[in-house]
Nanobody, 125 residues
Framework: QVQLVASGGGLVQAGGSLRLSCAAS????????MGWFRQVPGKEREVVAS????????YVADSVKGRFTISRDNAKNTVYLQMNSLQPEATAVYSC??????????????????WGQGTQVTVSS
């Protein structure tokens, strides 16, 4: 049974940092395309960052480029999202996802097969 457990969210002041973790079980993150998405009530879910199954090819959304980094620890079977210089517009529920197609860092939610439960990130001004 596949499980993706996201953690690390919380309340932070603008300009601060958080690191989200997505611990996987039932699958090997190095063989899957992994992604982080966020959603605000009333808005569509949007991709934040993703990483290919093998190698280090990543995608980072323009809105967070230079401030957010996605990485993977194969030994811990965990994917991370390092978020620096956070701004209030980053407030959302962040979820991690896994795609059976690990050949690319996917940006479309429909390409992901498994989803975690999400973790709330709130950035105060």
């Amino acid at each position: 049974q596949v499980q993706l457990v996201a953690s690390g969210g919380g309340l932070v002041q603008a300009g601060g940092s958080l690191r989200l973790s997505c611990a996987a079980s039932g699958l090997t993150v190095s063989a899957y395309g992994m992604g982080w998405f966020r959603q605000v009530p009333g808005k569509e879910r949007e991709v934040v960052a993703s990483i290919r199954g093998s190698g280090g090819l990543t995608y980072v959304a323009d809105s967070v480029k230079g401030r957010f980094t996605i990485s993977r620890d194969n030994a811990k079977n965990t994917v991370y999202l390092q978020m620096n210089s956070l701004q209030p517009e980053a407030t959302a529920v962040y979820s991690c996802a896994a795609s059976l197609n690990g050949r690319a860092p996917h940006t479309r939610a429909l390409l992901y097969n498994y989803w975690g439960q999400g973790t709330q990130v709130t950035v105060s001004s």
